[in-house]
């Protein structure tokens, strides 16, 4: 849960300082595993990069390369993983991960494990291995073991029909940070893979944003352009992925390329 009292030191983990003052963060998932492309997103003027372990070719070797390649930036590198057992977020907070993105945070319980996979004893079922981490967030390793429950975020996906009926629970779990939608998955749950602008999967985002909205944690969500971005802050949005790395390349060819033919 993100502490709305002034902090006395600056967070090593920023978003939580930007978060607490009631601004909205941007950034961007990266799939590519590509120092090179992490260097320059991390020094477009994002606040996070999700780096992408769940659906694309990124191991734990690139993920360690791509979390250390946002140290001197602004960046906060945060982690998607593939499963929602603790152990799935040992090496990618080991590595230096500020915060780890779970699959499928469909209930209670399963908001109750994320909360647990990033926190040490007692409050969870992190153990010590950090061997990286405090080198990637500037401290020392007894600074960072004091300091890394409360820096690290939790962060819960909502992105299955299953989750209908219990989204307000997820969120009000204890300790968690962040909800983001995850409308492909959601949509593809639904029997409706693709069509995410279909109106049953968009009722049932409006359902998880009120269920998010009536709680502390941050609502993240995907915008993919200014006029979709304001629409969800307006909604409460305080977290928005604005592209995936390799739909920004696209993009940007895309408009490079607009009227050369003509």
Not at 14 to 19: G, P, V, Y
Not at 70 to 91: F, N
Not at 202 to 218: H, L, Y
Not at 226 to 247: C, H, K, N, P, T
């Given at each position: 849960m993100i502490s709305s009292d002034t902090q006395r030191v600056p967070r090593l983990n920023r978003l939580r300082d930007l978060w607490a003052e009631g601004g909205c963060?941007?950034?961007v998932i990266a799939t590519i595993p590509s120092v090179q492309t992490v260097q320059v997103l991390a020094r477009s003027g994002l606040d996070f990069m999700i780096i992408d372990m769940e659906h694309g070719p990124i191991d734990p070797l690139s993920a360690h390369a791509m979390i250390a390649a946002t140290g001197g930036t602004p960046l906060v590198p945060l982690v998607r993983v593939s499963g929602k057992?603790?152990?799935?977020?040992?090496?990618?907070?080991?590595?230096?991960?500020?915060?780890?993105?779970?699959?499928?945070?469909?209930?209670?319980?399963?908001?109750?494990?994320?909360?647990?996979?990033?926190?040490?004893?007692?409050?969870?079922?992190?153990?010590?291995?950090?061997?990286f981490a405090p080198l990637r967030w500037?401290?020392?390793?007894r600074d960072y073991l004091d300091r890394a429950d409360e820096e690290v975020l939790a962060v819960g996906v909502l992105e299955s029909v299953d989750a209908l009926g219990t989204a307000g629970e997820v969120a009000a779990t204890p300790g968690l940070d962040m909800v983001c939608i995850g409308p492909g998955d959601l949509a593809t749950s639904m029997g409706l893979r693709g069509q995410s602008d279909h109106p049953d999967v968009q009722a049932a985002i409006a359902s998880f944003e009120t269920a998010v909205r009536g709680s502390q944690v941050v609502l993240g969500g995907v915008a993919?352009?200014?006029?979709?971005?304001?629409?969800?802050?307006?909604?409460?949005?305080?977290?928005?992925?604005?592209?995936?790395?390799?739909?920004?390349?696209?993009?940007?060819?895309n408009a490079a390329?607009?009227?050369?033919?003509n």
């Amino acid at each position: 849960m993100i502490s709305s009292d002034t902090q006395r030191v600056p967070r090593l983990n920023r978003l939580r300082d930007l978060w607490a003052e009631g601004g909205c963060a941007y950034g961007v998932i990266a799939t590519i595993p590509s120092v090179q492309t992490v260097q320059v997103l991390a020094r477009s003027g994002l606040d996070f990069m999700i780096i992408d372990m769940e659906h694309g070719p990124i191991d734990p070797l690139s993920a360690h390369a791509m979390i250390a390649a946002t140290g001197g930036t602004p960046l906060v590198p945060l982690v998607r993983v593939s499963g929602k057992e603790p152990w799935h977020a040992k090496i990618p907070l080991d590595i230096g991960a500020m915060g780890v993105c779970f699959p499928m945070t469909s209930e209670r319980a399963d908001a109750e494990a994320v909360v647990r996979a990033v926190r040490y004893p007692p409050a969870g079922e992190r153990y010590w291995g950090p061997f990286f981490a405090p080198l990637r967030w500037g401290v020392t390793m007894r600074d960072y073991l004091d300091r890394a429950d409360e820096e690290v975020l939790a962060v819960g996906v909502l992105e299955s029909v299953d989750a209908l009926g219990t989204a307000g629970e997820v969120a009000a779990t204890p300790g968690l940070d962040m909800v983001c939608i995850g409308p492909g998955d959601l949509a593809t749950s639904m029997g409706l893979r693709g069509q995410s602008d279909h109106p049953d999967v968009q009722a049932a985002i409006a359902s998880f944003e009120t269920a998010v909205r009536g709680s502390q944690v941050v609502l993240g969500g995907v915008a993919l352009n200014a006029q979709q971005g304001r629409a969800m802050r307006e909604r409460g949005y305080r977290a928005l992925v604005i592209g995936f790395d390799w739909s920004l390349l696209q993009r940007g060819i895309n408009a490079a390329m607009e009227g050369m033919s003509n």
